[in-house]
């Protein structure tokens, strides 16, 4: 590839080659006088982070005299493999002034930033383009799993695509720069509503004897009602569709996989031909309707329940998947939220060991909850359903 698809006006040359030893020097510096006492790691998703903060504690050693000395806008590899990166991740130090690397980490720093722009590189990173060259020298390390065992010398032979102009590198820098910004500011405002509906769901619910929430809505001073599950829901259960009649395409076909905390995963559904709609009616899901994973419910720390969205209106139930029915005095937004934590408990409750069990529509039947009258639970229902807009959106 000479040229991109998509470039800014007025740039019409072809990308160059550059050896990343041409644009780039390595970093080598020790923490000998002790400048920083942050050690980092890097994350393919996070980029350079705090330690404490991705893995929940320190994994560095006490002394970090002998460690890199990270400066903000340095660059640093981690050779690690996972999922997200194949061949390890790239990526340039914005969160902290300082920090301080392993040594089993590649360091390295631009050498002019007047004919190198440094948020360029950074997103260059951000693609795969670079997996080529690394995987010409790579080879697994045999002492530590996953560690991929490349000289610094030969990554400083990979090759980068890079515009011969700088201005088109900044202008390139700057449009994913922002376009990263907006990311942080949505993502910071998405976990801002997540704690705050995990607050309000404490809250706005009774908790341990009592019968009535901390906070409620204007107007309501009555005690929650006490009932048990099988007095106000009944789960209807999916039915065992045989695999020679799945298709590339048709009806959507709703399986335990495919239901995940709050949404509906499409990596894992198989699709049925459209006349099983009539043949399978019982089966039938519709937009609104509440379906929970019966088989191992939870999955990362979070229970399988989901509401059906317009897209998979008119969509089949398969088994051990199960729809959730309500009786007409129960308001279904509210359903979801109560149940979203009920079924959990009732769950954990029931797992023996690490083992999670089938959801037993017998057990859960007699498992006690308690509930509001009607108009309460609609305007608890509303504005828990509001949050979840909100968190989609951003």
């Known amino acids: 590839m000479k040229k991109p698809k998509i470039r800014f006006d007025g740039f019409t040359e072809d990308w160059e080659q550059r050896k990343l030893e041409s644009i780039a020097e390595r970093v080598i510096r020790k923490n000998q006088d002790l400048v920083s006492e942050l050690p980092l790691t890097i994350s393919a998703q ?8 991705f893995f929940n504690k320190r994994v560095a050693s006490k002394d970090v005299s002998g460690y890199y000395l990270i400066y903000n806008g340095e660059f640093a590899y981690n050779k ?3 999922g997200e990166a194949p061949w390890g991740a790239i990526k340039r130090l914005d969160r902290y002034e300082n920090g301080v690397l392993s040594t089993l980490y590649i360091v390295f720093k631009i050498k002019d930033e ?15 383009n670079w997996h080529k060259d690394i995987q010409a020298i790579a080879a697994e390390g045999a002492r530590n799993h996953g560690l991929l065992n490349i000289a610094p010398a030969d990554f400083f032979k990979t090759e980068l695509a890079l515009p011969q102009d700088i201005e088109e590198q900044q202008k390139i820098g700057n449009c994913f720069k922002s ?19 995990k607050f309000m769901l404490q809250k706005m619910f009774p908790q341990g004897d009592s019968r009535i929430p901390e906070i409620r809505f204007a107007g309501f001073t009555e005690d929650w009602e006490q009932c048990k599950f099988g007095d106000c829901y009944k789960i209807l259960s999916g039915y065992a569709f045989k695999m020679e009649d799945y298709c ?28 099983f709609l009539y043949i399978y ?13 019966l088989n191992r419910p939870i999955t990362n720390g979070e229970l399988k329940i989901a509401q059906i969205p317009r897209k998979y209106n008119n969509s089949l139930l398969y088994q051990r998947a199960g729809k959730i029915e309500y ?33 037993s529509s017998t057990k859960l039947n007699k498992w006690e909850m308690l509930i509001p009258r009607k108009e309460e639970q609609q305007k608890i229902g509303h504005y828990f359903s509001n949050l979840d807009h909100l968190i989609t959106l951003h």
């Open 327 to 359: 009786v007409d005095e129960i308001d279904i937004q509210f359903s979801y939220i109560l149940l979203s934590q009920e079924i959990f408990k009732h769950t954990v409750k029931e797992a023996v060991g690490s083992d999670q069990p089938f959801i």
């Open 281 to 293: 009616s019982n089966f039938i899901l519709k937009e609104g309707d509440i379906v929970v994973g």
């Open 80 to 82: 690690s493999t996972s």
């Open 46 to 53: 996070y980029g350079l982070i705090d330690q404490s903060d």
């Open 114 to 128: 007047e004919k190198t722009c440094s948020d360029f590189i950074a997103a260059y990173y951000d693609t795969s």
């Open 179 to 197: 376009l990263n910004h907006l990311i942080t500011l949505h993502q910071r405002k998405c976990d801002e509503v997540k704690k705050l509906k």
């Open 248 to 275: 590339d395409s048709g009806i959507s076909l709703i399986n335990g996989e495919s239901i995940q905390h709050g949404k509906i995963d499409e990596a894992n559904m198989n699709h049925l031909p459209e006349n």
